[in-house]
């Protein structure tokens, strides 16, 4: 059974910074050879795209944290992290680490809240 564990959100002030982490375990297959993401959701608006990376090590961002957040992983360790830096209060949300494969593996975390505010 995969899990997906996140950890490292928080209370932080704006301008302020986080490190996410999601560590991966009971995949069918490397944790190298998936795509994996942050997705986060805000009270009433609907779940977004944060950051991803693929297998390859190419990224892709929200607009709106372009600049300010990073994506990484470390195979290794089936682990993806998420550098937020920068921090402003519309980054108030729950973030969720999430596992893919196409067609059929698409996994979920629990979800770590992260809150900015003064």
């Known amino acids: 059974q995969v899990q997906l564990v996140e950890s490292g959100g928080g209370l932080v002030e704006p301008g302020g910074s986080l490190r996410l982490s999601c560590a991966a375990s009971?995949?069918?297959?490397?944790?190298?050879?998936?795509?994996v993401g942050w997705y986060r959701q805000a009270p009433g608006k609907q779940r977004e795209l944060v950051a991803a990376?693929?297998?390859?090590?190419?990224?892709n961002y929200g607009d709106s944290v372009k600049g300010r957040f990073t994506i990484s992983r470390a195979n290794a360790k089936g682990t993806v992290y998420l550098q937020m830096n920068s921090l402003e209060p519309e980054d108030t949300a729950v973030y969720y680490c999430?596992?893919?494969?196409?067609?059929?593996?698409?996994?979920w975390g629990q979800g770590t809240q992260v809150t900015v505010s003064s």
């Open positions: 009971g995949m069918l297959f490397s944790f190298s050879i998936y795509s």
């Open positions: 990376i693929t297998s390859g090590g190419s990224t």
């Open positions: 999430n596992l893919k494969k196409v067609p059929a593996y698409d996994y």
